[in-house]
Nanobody
Framework: QVHLVESGGGLVQAGGSLRLSCAASGRIDSTYAMGWHRQAPGKEREFVAVISWNGGTYYDDSVKGRFTISRDNAKNTVYLQMNNVKVEDTAVYYC???????????????WGQGTQVTVSS
């Protein structure tokens, strides 16, 4: 089982930037994709971005051009650079790890506990 721990959440002004990190440990398959989903209060969890083991990326349309996902395989860590954030980006952000074919739903992925991102106007 993969253990994932997110960090880097916090309060940021609209238009500002924030970088989230997620470190993985445990039974890690070197071919795992790693990604981010988010969930706002009272809403369904939604896909944000995913990156394959060899660097391929896929983003939800709502964050294209603003967010960048990256990974450091040596550190088993995935990052989400959030630029030009909007109020509607406010949510708990969850890191996940799984196989590329499971995304964007990531039904079979392992999940972290989440980190809160709050964007103020």
């Amino acid at each position: 089982q993969v253990h994932l721990v997110e960090s880097g959440g916090g309060l940021v002004q609209a238009g500002g930037s924030l970088r989230l990190s997620c470190a993985a440990s445990g039974r890690i398959d070197s071919t795992y994709a790693m990604g981010w989903h988010r969930q706002a209060p009272g809403k369904e969890r939604e896909f944000v971005a995913v990156i394959s083991w060899n660097g391929g990326t896929y983003y939800d349309d709502s964050v294209k051009g603003r967010f960048t996902i990256s990974r450091d395989n040596a550190k088993n860590t995935v990052y989400l650079q959030m630029n030009n954030v909007k109020v509607e980006d406010t949510a708990v952000y969850y890191c996940n790890a799984g196989y590329w074919g499971d995304y964007p739903a990531a039904e079979s992925a392992s999940w972290g506990q989440g980190t809160q991102v709050t964007v103020s106007s």
